[in-house]
């Protein structure tokens, strides 16, 4: 059961990413107002890290049967890690920070798009290509 849960939020985080990349693509500005809006309030700012931390739990739990899996372990642990910081920072501060750093960065959207679809596609296929080799 808890393999079955880890794999459909780790499916769930690859496709999220690539529902991303084409926002990112095709309405540049609303992904842009989509990002910003993660530290837009205490709500979305716990409501991130309570995603950010249950994939990196899924991560932590099906890495090791996934394609690429010394990857997905280490991504796993520093999505824990740089969430358990963002815990201790007041979700303002993560606002402050986020006010200044993601509208400058939104030159770059299109690109951003692109790496967040190689990673939700790498999400995919290293779920995919594990259980293949499983089973």
Known sequence: MAAILAST???LAGIYLIGLATLSVFQPSFASRFLLGFAGSAQAHY???SARSVVGFALVHQAPSMLFSGFFRIFAWVLLATTAGLLLVPWRWHHRFA????PPAMRYIKLIGVASFLLGAVFLIGLIGGASLDG
């Open 9 to 11: 939020a780790v499916a």
């Open 47 to 49: 409501a991130e890290l």
């Open 99 to 102: 006010q200044k750093v993601v």
